[in-house]
């Protein structure tokens, strides 16, 4: 199993609509966990950081399952602008692992 | 204001040159980061540098050394470029190496390509 698997896309979802997609990590030891952006030809930028009893920034949330080892992010309300590659990222501490994931390609359609 | 900077750009040369590309922050944070996002988009950490204590990714080559003159620049200096090192290198920051303040701020990369 990777260590951090992530289906790399693309989505093709309709503006407005709702999209959700996961993040599986294999290693149960993991303490972090991130959910990145990254726009073409861009550099990654921090989206939400993951928590344990799950949170919400507007119209993303996200929440983590230690039992199946997977973080998920849900977006609402989808907007052109969100058209990005989602990328997840796990972190070990002890190990000082950081370890991102490939990326799902997000396509925002009108 | 930018957060993290980095110069080059980009940068064009050919195998067996030494380059190096630089890296800044002034977001007053005490860890930087040094990856690789290769031509599939994976992103790979090489190297973190937390006060004067050098990680380092067991997998790059030790041709790769990071250089530190001070907290708030990590510098990435190359030898003997091959064409497997063409990628975008993205050097990033953080307050912390651990715990919940880690979020990592990333420069807009170098774009490197070995002729």
């Known amino acids: 199993r990777k260590e951090v698997e992530q289906d790399p896309g693309p989505f093709n979802v309709p503006e407005g609509a709702t999209v959700a997609f996961n993040c599986t990590y294999s290693n149960s030891a993991s303490q972090s966990f991130f959910w990145y952006r990254q726009d073409c030809r861009k550099e990654p930028k921090l989206l939400m950081s993951?928590?344990?009893s799950g949170n919400e920034d507007g119209r993303f949330t996200a929440q983590l399952n230690r039992a199946s080892q997977y973080i998920s992010l849900l977006i609402r309300d989808s907007k052109l602008s969100d058209s990005a590659t989602y990328l997840c990222?796990?972190?070990?501490?002890?190990?000082?692992?950081?370890?991102f994931g490939k990326g799902t390609r997000l396509h925002i359609l009108p | 204001d930018t957060a993290v900077s980095q110069t080059p750009k980009y940068l064009v040369t050919q195998m067996g040159n030494d380059k190096s590309i630089k890296c800044e922050q002034n977001l007053g944070h005490d860890t930087m980061y040094w990856y690789k996002q290769d031509s599939k988009k994976f992103l790979k950490i090489m190297f973190s540098?937390?006060?004067?204590?050098?990680?380092i990714n067991e997998t790059v080559p030790n041709r790769f050394s990071p250089k530190s003159p001070d907290k708030a620049h990590l510098n990435l200096h190359i030898n003997s470029l091959e064409l497997g090192d063409s990628a975008v290198y993205f050097c990033a920051s953080s307050q912390d190496l651990a715990g919940p303040s880690y979020e990592q701020y990333f420069g807009p990369g170098t774009r490197l390509t070995v002729t």
């Open positions: 993951v928590y344990s």
């Open positions: 540098y937390n006060n004067k204590e050098l990680i």
């Open positions: 990222v796990v972190r070990d501490w002890r190990d000082d692992k950081i370890i």
